[in-house]
């Protein structure tokens, strides 16, 4: 019998680890390609297919990433026998039963499109590090505090009003959020000055102040997309580390003082759209490497 083509992809996400992951599309996958091509990570591309099958089974002790994609599965509980996971994406949905999380003690990092009733368990697992939540609709944030080993965290689709959740966080070092339409206090981020190095807002167009900014002096990258008017940025002059600077979209910066900023010895990357009452110009940006677009989940 011939063995199936293998699509097999080299992959690295959030935590940097290197990955070699198939890509599955059926089920006729031999259990003898695995250590014979090194395969440490699946994703499944297809509809039906699960976590389940047969093949699947024999290979879920060694398996330590997995992606599925966007489909929704009955459920997976099965997952625990994933005993060396470290990375995991959930792009679907789950009908049935929750995640479980907690029984699988290698987990890093996870890409999760979060459900209530099925993912509660991932905020009790103290080994994640690296956390991409999307529509992760509580008010509060009350149970990222649990999670006081995370480096990064990108929350996408959220509707909390301010950061508090950061209160004990004292391992960030990345912080992104995105299309949140009630945040309008980021004042907590003062709770990571010790540690943040990279901070990014998308599509939060109701923050009322920036200023804490300027106490963050350990940030190297700032990252402003559509996020309507703000009254000054000339603060960030005053950040020792800032090594890169992005503001773009209908991002407004009401004084227009940015030349000092891009100015200071320590900046190397700049991403600005011109405004016409800035105080500088498309060549002024051009002298510095540009700042590609960040990820919008």
């Known amino acids: 019998m011939i063995a199936p083509y293998l699509d097999i992809t080299e992959v690295s996400y959030l935590s940097e680890k290197l990955f070699r992951m198939l890509l599955v599309k059926e089920n006729n996958i031999y259990v ?28 879920s002790s060694e398996i330590e990433g997995l992606r599925l994609n966007s489909y929704t599965y ?10 060396k996971l ?23 990092e ?23 939540l999307s529509y992760y609709k509580s008010r509060s944030g009350t149970e990222l505090t649990r999670l006081k ?11 909390f009003p301010n950061l508090e959740f950061l209160s004990d966080m004292r391992e960030m070092k990345k912080l992104s959020i995105s299309y949140n339409p009630k945040l309008t206090r980021i004042e907590q981020l003062g ?22 900014l300027q106490e963050m002096k350990q940030l190297e990258f700032i990252y402003i997309e559509n996020c309507g008017e703000i009254e000054t940025l000339e603060f960030l002059n ?30 190397e990357k700049i991403n600005i759209a011109i405004g016409k009452n800035y105080d500088i110009t498309r060549d002024d940006v051009r002298k510095f490497d540009f700042i590609p677009a960040i990820k919008v989940n």
Not at 111 to 131: A, G, M, R, W
Not at 149 to 159: D, E, R
Request: hydrophobic content about 35%.
């Open 191 to 212: 709770a990571t000055k010790e540690t943040l190095k990279s901070f990014g807002v998308q599509n939060c167009k109701k923050i009322r102040d920036w200023h804490v």
């Open 238 to 267: 005053e950040l020792p580390n800032l090594r890169g600077l992005y503001i773009i979209g209908t991002t407004k910066v009401l004084d227009g003082k940015l030349k000092k900023i891009i100015n200071k010895e320590s900046v």
């Open 149 to 159: 080993n995370l480096k990064q965290l990108n929350l996408n689709h959220a509707v």
């Open 86 to 108: 470290e990375y995991f994406q959930l792009i679907g949905m789950v009908s049935n039963g929750e995640i479980p999380f907690t029984e699988l003690d290698k987990l890093k």
């Open 74 to 83: 009955p459920s997976l509980v099965d997952i625990s026998k994933f005993s």
């Open 32 to 59: 003898a390609d695995f250590k014979k091509h090194n395969i440490n990570a699946l994703s499944l591309v297809e509809q039906g297919l699960n976590i389940k099958e047969k093949w699947m089974s024999k290979v």
């Open 110 to 132: 996870v890409d999760l499109n979060y459900q209530d009733k099925t993912c509660k368990q991932i905020f009790d697992q103290q080994s994640v590090e690296y956390l991409d």
